[in-house]
């Protein structure tokens, strides 16, 4: 994430190492009197030592240098003893340096922090010189410390540095929204997700106020950003390091977007001062969706099971009253009530099941041929004697051809339809079902003159559980199932469905099935 931690820049950087090293190397040589030198150290990726700086000697001298100090770098590392005549372990001749002169003496110590070796600084005098002495190895001893501190640090640096970016990269790359806040809350950082999600760009939002940028209330619309519930905002008891808040924060466009927040705050131990945080942001717009929707369902589905049979127990303990006596007609239509009530928790409970099997998609289809311009007048039929003030008109042509289809299930769609016709067009009308073939497709409309459908909630119908807004459809009883059944089982035929409506205008649901039946 970019910015995360802005005193990154402040860091050193490889280019500190190799100047600390010429430094410390260049006394060292001075003061052991050498003409060369050179500080390698070891490389974790290539698994060997290199060398990171070196003086007086040119690259072909050092070509030749290195392997050879190399054989001597094990007994180094574990005795840290210097040595003089080199030439004795490595073999003549040793390598030229810049002025010329072939060198020979030579001391050598390894870089050590604790028990590590980090690297070896080597020191080389002209062959014509004196060997090094016990006094020249302690001196060089203490360059050594130096340049194993500067060679530590530079790893340590290293290291933060790859882990920070390491983490970074992991952060901007994240789906859900990364923020960092400075004590004052404001923003360091602001991943791609953060930005996608808010439309703020992150160069605009950069070392603002979080407050200022996101507006973070709760569902009832009361800041959360200046009251002591933000979990920046230092309480007596210091406040939490971890915690998750859910409400609404501002979009670049105004809108509100639901979110949790999950905060992780540093915080002083002395003072409990935040002086940072990181917060996750989720957009938890469709989970409290899928909440609202189970709850209204819940309570919907309570309705639709206490009404019939609360008219079945009316009517039951009215019939098995002992003190009465009803006559034949009163018990017949007693009767026939309770049994149009048992069919209606019937049919809402095979609603239920199908709708479960369907999503556990365990529905299996049991094809055949079928005729549907004969199974639209048979529902029609069935369904005309319910209601009064509606005209029914069935119109598919002549050749309209079979199709290859489960019947039981197409049935229901048929129905699901024509049966939402008359519920949704409570003054009456016209309803009719039309068939129509073309280019190895059938196209089956069911129209009405009723209500219609609002343009906003016309891509939601086919939701589970998913019901019109307004009074008049709240009037009628209904679970949301009957579309997402309808959709599901035209899908499932290879077919499609969609609406075509406007807000009292009446609706045309039309599905289209392959002629061949998806196979
Ligand atoms: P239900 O009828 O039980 O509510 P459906 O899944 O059959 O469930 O329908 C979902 C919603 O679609 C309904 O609540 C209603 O708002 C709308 N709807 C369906 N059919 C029609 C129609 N013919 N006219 C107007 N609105 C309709």
Same mark, same amino acid.
């Given at each position: 994430m970019a910015h995360l931690m802005d005193s990154s820049d402040a860091l050193p950087q490889e280019a500190d190492l190799r100047a600390s090293l010429r430094m410390i190397l260049k006394n060292a040589i001075e003061a052991l009197g050498g003409s060369a030198g050179v500080v390698a150290t070891w490389d974790q990726e290539e698994r060997c030592f290199t060398p990171t700086y070196s003086f007086g000697l040119d690259e072909r001298a050092l070509e030749q240098l290195l392997p050879l100090l190399e054989e001597a770098v094990p007994d180094l590392a574990v005795s840290s003893q210097s040595f003089n005549a080199l030439s004795r372990i490595l073999g003549p001749p040793l390598p030229k340096s810049d002025q010329g002169l072939i060198l020979d003496p030579i001391v050598a110590l390894p870089l050590r922090v604790g028990r590590r070796s980090l690297g070896f600084i080597y020191v080389l005098r002209p062959r014509s010189c004196m060997a090094f002495s016990a006094v020249d190895q302690s001196t060089l001893n203490a360059f050594a410390r130096q340049a194993a501190i500067a060679v530590d640090n530079a790893h340590l640096v290293h290291n933060l540095i790859e882990e920070k970016s390491r983490v970074e990269s992991m952060l901007e790359g994240s789906a859900e929204g990364m923020m960092s806040l400075d004590g004052r809350r404001r923003l360091l950082g602001f991943n791609a997700a953060m930005e996608r999600m808010s439309g703020h760009p992150r160069r605009q939002v950069l070392s603002l106020p979080c407050y200022h940028v996101l507006n973070f209330r709760d569902f009832e619309g009361r800041s959360i950003c200046n009251?002591? +519930?933000?979990?920046?905002v230092t309480r007596p008891d210091g406040g939490p390091s971890t915690c998750e808040l859910q409400g609404k924060i501002q979009s670049a466009d105004g809108q509100d977007i639901e979110v949790a927040m999950v905060y992780s705050v540093n915080r002083s +131990? %002395? #003072?409990? +001062? %935040?002086?940072s945080a990181v917060i996750n942001v989720r957009d938890i717009k469709r989970l409290r969706e899928t909440e609202n929707l189970r709850s209204a369902f819940l309570s919907m589905l309570g309705h639709e099971l206490q009404t019939p049979l609360s008219i079945i127990k009316g009517y039951t303990s009215t019939l098995a009253r002992s003190d009465a006596r009803w006559n034949r007609k009163t018990l017949r239509e007693g009767l026939q009530v309770i049994e149009e009530e048992c069919d209606r928790l019937s049919k809402l409970v095979n609603r239920l099941l199908l709708a479960s099997r369907i999503e556990s998609r365990t529905v299996t289809l049991k094809k055949e041929p079928v005729q549907l311009s004969v199974m639209a007048t048979k529902v029609v039929r069935r369904l !005309?004697? @319910? #209601? %009064?003030n509606h005209r029914f008109e069935v119109d598919f042509g002549p050749d309209f051809p079979e199709v290859y289809a489960d019947p039981e299930r197409m049935e229901e769609v048929l129905t699901n339809l024509v049966d939402n016709a008359i519920k949704y067009s409570p003054k009456g009308g016209r309803i009719t079902v039309t068939g129509r073939a073309d280019a190895g497709r059938v196209r089956v409309t069911v129209a009405d003159e009723g209500i219609g459908i609002p343009r906003r909630e016309l891509g939601r @119908? &086919? !939701? +589970? &559980?998913r019901r019109g807004e307004n009074g008049q459809v709240q009037k009628v009883r209904g679970m949301g199932l009957g579309l997402y059944i309808c959709r599901s089982i035209v899908e499932a035929h290879g077919g499609q469905i969609e609406v075509a409506s406007e807000a009292g205008k009446g609706s045309q649901f039309t599905f289209t099935l392959p002629v061949g039946g998806g196979e």
């Open positions: 009251s002591d +519930r933000c979990p920046m +131990r %002395a #003072t409990g +001062r %935040a002086h !005309e004697p @319910v #209601t %009064a @119908v &086919f !939701e +589970r &559980f």
